[in-house]
């Protein structure tokens, strides 16, 4: 008779309509669930939005944590969907819902795993959840909040789990040690408007940028650490002119987004956007929207992937590929991160939803990481 328990939270969560940042109940299921687990909240909550750390009473040493997020995105059409988005419909063998793989099913795996374990006595090491409702907006007030409230009190775990969707075509076969670091830029090009019959009586913004917007797609970034992505550059923005074709344009305003590979940081970054703007003028908006991390090869690594392997016979893929993730606040207070959750095929679109099935078999995993995590 297989546990039904990480699909029954699962339907429970996605049930709770939390689009961010309201957490719409979710934390307060949690605690439901982990309570009887021996489990005490430590709520963090910051404006509208809702953190937690569950942690069990007087565990310090030997800690994994489970990082996740109970926010979703909006639903988009909800016409569209083949069943309601928060109705969490299982049809087929398939839980439909917002969130089902973004990630509560990843929760549900982990709740489900911790019950497993406890309730049969089985030794573990101590475990800390760290549960933010802010992870699909801005992140300002979610995770990075947490770290900071574990650091003050000297409670940062020694590794983590990110329960975000890595896999690609089953559970398993894929993780993610590390993410690309982002930068984003903004900058004002500033000339003088004029007839462009007189081309000697005004500064042409345009003329000003594109030299510099030649240069900012020729930049050498330098040795890229191996595994990881070349850092990219993209103009994602350009405007300027009238509108009329016959007028130089007085300003032109561009905007970049850069993928940074951990073999360069934010400072390295910046002196090349510099470089390529050097003696031109030009007014610069410089963001440092996501640190690089990289979990390095080793212990933590090659246990969650013996872990994946002694549940699926499954060889995991470790990838660093895709958008930034809320690993980078743990990785960057020193935790090593890895992300492994379901599958990630219908995240964010219409019609989200996962096999029942994942949800067992990821369950199994973090069972088998939990009950074996030491220091
Ligand atoms: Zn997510």
């Not at 328990?5 to 309509?17: K, N, Q, W």
């Not at 893929?317 to 743990?330: E, Y």
Request: aromatic share 6%.
């Amino acid at each position: 008779m297989p546990e039904l328990t990480a699909p029954s939270h699962a339907v429970e969560l996605i049930r709770r309509a939390s689009v961010t940042p309201d957490d719409c109940g979710c934390q307060d299921y949690l605690e439901s669930v982990l309570t009887p687990l021996g489990f005490i909240r430590t709520p963090i909550n910051i404006g509208s939005v809702t953190n937690s750390i569950y942690m069990r009473n007087g565990e310090r040493s030997g800690c994994l944590a489970f990082a996740g997020h109970t926010d979703v995105v909006p639903t988009g059409p909800v016409e569209q969907w083949p069943h309601p988005p928060f109705a969490a419909i299982v049809e087929d063998n398939t839980l439909h819902g917002r969130g089902a793989q973004d990630m509560k099913g990843g929760i549900a795996c982990w709740l489900a795993a911790l019950e497993r374990l406890i309730t049969k006595n089985l030794p573990l090491s101590s475990i800390q959840l760290l549960i933010t409702s802010d992870e699909e907006g801005e992140s300002i007030d979610g995770t990075i909040r947490i770290v900071e409230a574990l650091q003050r009190d000297d409670a940062l775990p020694d590794a983590a789990i990110v329960g975000e969707p890595s896999s690609s075509a089953q559970v398993g076969d894929v993780i993610r040690r590390g993410r690309r670091g982002v930068v984003q830029v903004a900058a004002v090009f500033e000339g003088r408007q004029g007839h462009s019959a007189y081309p000697q009586d005004a500064v042409n913004a345009i003329h000003l940028a594109a030299p510099v917007l030649d240069r900012l797609t020729h930049i050498d970034w330098g040795e890229a650490m191996p595994g990881f992505p070349p850092t990219t550059c993209q103009i994602t923005n350009i405007q300027a002119g009238t509108g009329a074709i016959n007028v130089i344009p007085g300003t032109c305003s561009i905007s970049l987004d850069i993928r940074y590979n951990p073999g360069i940081d934010f400072e390295g970054v910046q002196k090349h956007i510099f470089e390529a703007c050097n003696n031109v003028d030009v007014i610069l908006d410089i963001q440092h929207q996501a640190e690089a991390f990289s979990t390095p090869d080793g212990s933590f690594l090659n246990f969650v992937k013996a872990a994946i392997q002694r549940m699926t016979g499954i060889k995991t893929k470790r990838d660093t590929g895709g958008g930034t993730s809320d690993g980078r606040f743990l990785a960057a207070a020193g935790v090593p991160v890895i992300e492994l959750g379901l599958t990630n095929s219908t995240i964010h679109q219409i019609g989200e939803c996962v096999a029942v099935n994942e949800l067992n078999i990821l369950t199994d995993i973090y069972a088998d990481i939990i009950q074996r995590f030491e220091v």
